[in-house]
């Protein structure tokens, strides 16, 4: 089979690696791809929104198969564009990736059906809003209706932070037209939970589950990014709560989703925190999770094609799911300045020095200059660590991850500390 690949991050790579284990594929391309990228597929100059090259690749290359990665293009109608054109792909329609594209339909999705999340209000100007948020209890969050690449949402403990953070959302539009309407949500204390599922309508396939660490520095302090490590699985979550969550969310939220004329099919990615009244929802995304996606795959033992085959031809239910024990880490190294502005160009070294049996580097803001990997991104790796439980994984990745360099790296020291505790 012929596979294109649509993105040109970490979770595109994840998602190239896990399929070229497939022996039923022939030649797997990705638009636009990376440096990375390139040493395991054919990368296409075609970017992610430029749908009509896309559909004409696809037709031109006669491709079987068409896997969307990032957000825009799913809330944009990349899927819907596609089908037009009787090309098979996954990943779900416009009217479905609404869950992830407007976070004011996703709350209220939730409230009609009754499904577990924070109290909220939402608003479309400022002074309304303004005024709700003084009477509101701290910590408070405000969250961008629209896509904000994973950073439009902030916690505010004071009410200078809060006032702030409404202004820069709404007044100096730091997240473009993404701020135009605003939810304003109660903060909820706990542990923080994802889980991706692999969802055809009603139909329900959960994977196992991950916790990503948002925040930039250690300890959970300075601005929220795209997430700058993860790891699965959750040894310190009773497995009872993460069968709660699949129960009380994620399934009535894809039965919600056909009730509403959005039926869902590809990735639907809850953000959840574990409370003390149980697990509550966050945030829904409509595909794989970035970096989640590097640490789930690693441990997915079924055929990944299988089940994006199954997904398209309505067979999902079919699949039987099989996770491997082993544990798995993923460490960022993010360019310095990030998630604010940050230089690119910057040479990386050490790439071809990586000997910790069971490791993998995946690419996510790298290009090739003059023969060498240089940075192209806010994310430039996610180095992912294997093993038998959560530390020797972790101590995997932090090995794996000593030797790669690049000026002005940050990187965490703290990812899935929590889990050891």
Known sequence: MRILVIGRGGREHAIIWALKKSAK??????????????????????????????????????????????DDPLAAGIVDEFEAANIPVYGPRKNAAEI???????????????IPTAKYETFTDYDSAAAYLKE?????????????AGKGVSVCF???????????????????????????????????MSILAFVDGETVKPMSPAQDHKQVFDNDQGPN???????????????????EAIENIIKPTARAMVSEGRPFRGVLFAGLMITKDGPK???FNARFGDPETQVVLPRLETDLLDIFLASVNGTLDQVEMKWSDEAAVCVVLASGGYPGSYPKGLPISGLDKVDVPGALVFHAGTAMKDGQFVTNGGRVLGVVGRGAG????????????????????????????????
Request: proline share 4%; charged share 25%.
């Open 225 to 243: 990014t795209g997430g700058m490590g993860t790891y699965s699985p959750l040894p310190h979550i009773d497995q009872s709560i993460i069968d």
């Open 158 to 192: 004071t009410r200078e932070e809060a006032d702030k953070a409404l202004a820069e959302t709404m007044v100096d539009k730091s997240f473009g037209a993404a701020g135009d309407k605003v939810v304003i949500e109660e903060f909820l204390a706990g542990q923080e």
């Open 390 to 421: 959560i530390a020797e994984a972790r101590a995997n990745a932090y090995k794996a991850a000593e030797g790669i360099a690049f000026e002005g790296q940050i990187k965490r020291t703290d990812i899935a500390a929590k889990a050891l505790v």
């Open 25 to 70: 594929i022939k030649q797997i391309y990705c638009a636009p791809g990376n440096a990375g990228i390139a040493q395991l597929a054919t990368n296409v100059d075609i970017g992610e929104l430029e749908f009509d090259r896309l559909v004409g690749f696809a037709r031109d290359n006669v491709i079987d198969l068409v896997v969307v990665g990032p």
């Open 281 to 283: 929802t966050i945030e």
């Open 136 to 148: 509101q209890p701290l910590p408070i969050v405000i969250k961008a209706d629209g896509l904000a």
């Open 100 to 114: 992830e594209g407007s976070k004011i339909f996703m709350k209220d999705l939730l409230r009609k059906y009754n």
